[in-house]
C-alpha cells in the first residue's frame, strides 16, 4: 500500500478534504504529531482511526518499523497538527525512507498557511521564498535580514508570537519601508491580518503577541539601472584591440549592458 500524505486544517476543522477525510477512515494506522490533536479533528467528522506518534522526538527510531509496515501492505496515513507534511513538519525523513524503498507515495493536498498568508497579504504572488521558522538566534536572524534584503521577490515566513517584535525590528531596521503584512490565527475566529510597512508593523507589534503567525515580505520594485552606452562602445571596442572579434565582443557586451547589440557592432566599425 502507498503512504498517504495527509493535509489537515491550519485552523478551521472543517477545512479538510473528502479525499483526505476518506483516506483517515479507510487507513489501517494515522501517524501524527500530537495524538491529542488529530483526535479533535477525527471526532469532528466521526472518524474513528488507530492513531500513532510521530514526530521529531522519535521519527528517526519509528521510520523503520513504519516502512516494514507498509511494505506488508499495511494502509498508512500520515498527518501533522497543521498544514502538509514534509513542509516544515515532520515527514520528510518518513518520505525520502519510503521512496528509497520502493514505496509508492501518494500527497492528499490541503489548507496551507503559506498560500492562504500570500493571498490574504495581498502582496502580489508571482515569485515567493519560503524561509520556514525565522532564526531563533540573534545572529542568525540578523544575517537572514540581510540576505532578505537581496531578494527581490515575496518572502514568507513563520514565527513564534513571543520573538516577533524582535523580529521584526531587525528586519525593519535593514528595510524600514519594505511592504509586509503579520498574518494571525489564520482561519480561525480571531484571524487578523495587519499590514503596513516592517518600521510601521515593528511598532504595531513592539510587544509578544498571541496565536500561530505567518509573516509575508512584500516583493522589491527594483528600478533598473540607467544605462551607459558609451561605456558600453569603449568596453567594445577594448575586447576588438585584444582580438577579440567584433560580433563576439558586441554580444558580449550587449548581454552585460542591455544596450543592442547590432547599434554596439555598427558603432564599432
Known amino acids: 500500500m502507498p503512504l498517504a500524505i495527509c493535509a489537515t486544517p491550519i485552523g478551521n476543522l472543517d477545512d479538510v478534504t473528502l479525499r483526505v477525510l476518506e483516506e483517515l477512515r479507510s487507513a489501517d494506522r494515522v501517524l501524527c504529531e500530537d495524538t491529542r490533536r488529530t483526535r479533535i479533528l477525527l471526532t469532528r467528522h466521526g472518524i474513528h482511526a488507530r492513531l500513532e506518534s510521530y514526530h521529531r522526538h522519535n521519527e528517526a527510531a519509528r521510520t523503520p518499523r513504519v516502512i516494514e509496515r507498509l511494505r506488508a501492505g499495511e494502509r498508512v ?18 518520505i525520502a525512507a519510503a521512496v528509497a524503498a520502493g514505496v509508492d507515495v501518494t500527497v492528499l493536498p490541503g489548507a496551507s498557511a503559506v498560500e492562504t498568508a500570500l493571498v490574504a497579504s495581498g502582496l502580489g504572488a508571482d515569485r515567493y521564498q519560503f524561509v520556514g521558522y525565522l532564526p531563533r538566534r540573534e545572529n ?23 520573538r516577533l517584535a524582535m523580529s521584526l525590528r531587525m528586519l525593519a531596521d535593514v528595510q524600514p519601508a519594505r511592504r509586509a503584512a503579520v498574518c494571525r490565527e489564520l482561519t480561525k475566529r480571531f484571524e487578523e491580518v495587519v499590514r503596513g510597512s516592517l518600521e510601521e508593523l515593528a511598532a504595531r507589534f ?24 558609451n561605456a558600453a562602445r ?23 549592458t542591455g544596450v543592442p547589440r547590432n547599434a554596439l557592432y555598427r558603432d564599432s566599425l
Do not use: M
Not at 542568525?140 to 515566513?157: I, K, M, N, Q, Y
Not at 510587544?207 to 505567518?214: F, H, N, V, Y
Open 77 to 94: 496515513a500520515l498527518v501533522s497538527d497543521a498544514g502538509l507534511p514534509g513542509v516544515n513538519d515532520p515527514g520528510a525523513r518518513l
Open 140 to 162: 542568525e536572524l540578523r544575517a537572514l535580514a540581510a540576505s532578505l534584503g537581496a531578494w527581490t521577490g515575496t518572502v514568507v515566513a513563520f514565527e513564534s508570537p513571543r
Open 206 to 229: 513592539a510587544e509578544a503577541t498571541r496565536g500561530e503567525i505567518t509573516l509575508v515580505l512584500g516583493p522589491i520594485d527594483v528600478q533598473p539601472a540607467e544605462r551607459d552606452d
Open 234 to 256: 569603449a568596453a567594445v571596442s577594448d575586447l576588438v584591440a585584444s582580438g577579440a572579434s567584433r560580433k563576439t565582443a558586441a554580444e558580449v557586451v550587449s548581454r552585460l
